[in-house]
């Protein structure tokens, strides 16, 4: 057999995962090999659009395809989704300062007394802004 070696289209792998059917592929294939016809049984759309999703899935290097006998077998290839990582990875700094500005509120609004206006302090930080608290 020959050592090939294999260049992922960071842009084939984002088309292939843009399609809920086929990100719910790739999830079934998670859980270990399935022949073509086990895929097709989990979803309810027709046989010649799942091939259709696995032959895009295939070409974008997501899955590799075997045949045993007459059955074609499918398995996740995840490497290609390490360039989506890779991409994902520059937005989690924002994601991560959201969240720790949600926990430094959550914490101050429950370390604060829980008053209302008559003499009790608001638990709405917008109306909080507005009285000037």
């Not at 086929?22 to 016809?37: H, N």
Request: net charge positive; aromatic share 6%; proline share 7%.
């Amino acid at each position: 057999m020959r050592n090939r070696s294999v260049t992922y289209s960071p842009a084939a792998s984002f088309q292939a995962i843009a399609d809920p059917t086929r990100r719910a592929m790739l999830d079934l294939l998670r859980e270990g090999r399935k022949p073509a016809g086990a895929i097709a049984e989990a979803f309810p759309v027709s046989r010649p659009a799942i091939s259709k999703h696995l032959r895009l899935l295939r070409h974008a290097h997501l899955v590799r395809e075997t045949r045993e006998g007459r059955n074609r077998i499918y398995e996740l290839n995840p490497e290609p989704l390490r360039a989506v990582e890779s991409w994902l990875e520059k937005y989690r700094a924002f994601w991560t300062q959201s969240l720790d500005n949600l926990k430094a509120m959550v914490e101050m609004e429950f370390a604060a007394p829980n008053t209302s206006e008559k003499g009790h302090r608001s638990t709405n930080p917008r109306t909080r802004k507005k009285k000037g608290e």
